[in-house]
């Protein structure tokens, strides 16, 4: 009986080992940096300039590092030397790049229908968009990857944390409590692995990833929500005088934000608003285009568009991947956040 129970222990253990091999984390600490020889200090002068790991440092220019106060282009260059061999940034074959997209961990919707479109659900590691009219399911969709991304990576989970930044108002914590009984989570675990901010002007959007880098520093984390990542520029900026501006700022929040997916493999999943579009006919199936223009259209990875159905079903579409053909499919929206659509 004994040999049995050890068995099935070693059987857990050896299961356990191979999950946390499946999560590995993607990021190496600025601690290592120590043992090459670079000062306690300098660490610190790296750390409170928002440098938390390695591969942000190999990911920084020249010009940003030679910014961060106390450091001196001598010293920029050190460092530019020591992390050049501790995060390989040169090429590699087509073979090993397809190896290295087989380990990446994909996050269930709730649809089944919707993950098949999405071959496997969101992707870790690449930005994604989400666009469409008012009450197509945009922010049901971010509640619901909140609650999924913590579950088992054998259930479509990714075993970590999620971060929500709110720019609407519309964060509702009860929602993920429902969400996570239907999962058969604890809704107060749940609640405790969602950091939210609620971010109050384009500015403080910003800060606030700087602030979400500290923090997935420290622990395990596999998704970012941004919903939505273009209302608060739409307020901030105004008229055609400061287009440009707003352009650029938005422009340099969605690069950090595709920074950090590729830092620390999350999942960066935000929803966009849409505006009418003049040049379509009244008349069109669609008149709605997303807000933000190229700049977020090559910014993300993979673009949904969502669109209202028959009673609570939505219908989403692929609007633009480099890997997912365009094709659409039907969920709906219920009370325990995203699932199948209903007849």
Known sequence: MSAAVEQQQYQHEEQGMEEAEECHVTYQSLDMLAEHGVAPNDLQKLN?????????????????????????????????????????????????????????????????????????????????????????????????????????????????????????????????????????????????????ARAHNSEHQTELLKMAAAIMSQDRYALIVVDSATALYRTDYSGRGELSERQMQLAQFLRQLTRLAEEFGVAVFMTNQVVANPDGMSFAKDSTKPIGGNIVAHASTTRLRLRKGRGENRICTVFDSPTLPEADCQFAVGPSGICDATE
């Open 48 to 196: 409170d300039a928002g440098f938390h790991t390695i591969e942000a440092i190999a990911h920084a220019t020249v010009r940003k590092l030679s910014e961060v106060r106390g450091l001196s282009e001598a010293k920029v260059v050190k460092l530019k030397d020591i992390v050049k061999q501790l995060v390989p940034m040169d090429f590699k074959t087509a073979a090993d790049a397809l190896e290295d997209r087989k380990s990446l961990v994909t996050l269930t919707t709730g649809s089944t229908e919707l993950d098949k479109l999405l071959e496997g659900g969101i992707e870790t590691g690449s930005l994604t968009e989400v666009f469409g009219e008012f009450r197509t399911g945009k922010t049901q969709l971010c509640h619901t990857l909140c609650v999924t991304c913590q579950m088992p990576v054998s259930e479509g989970g990714a075993e970590g944390k999620a971060i929500y930044i709110d720019t609407e108002g519309t964060f509702r914590p009860q929602r993920l409590q429902g969400i996570a009984e239907r999962f058969g989570m604890d809704p107060a675990v749940a609640l405790e692995n969602v950091a939210y």
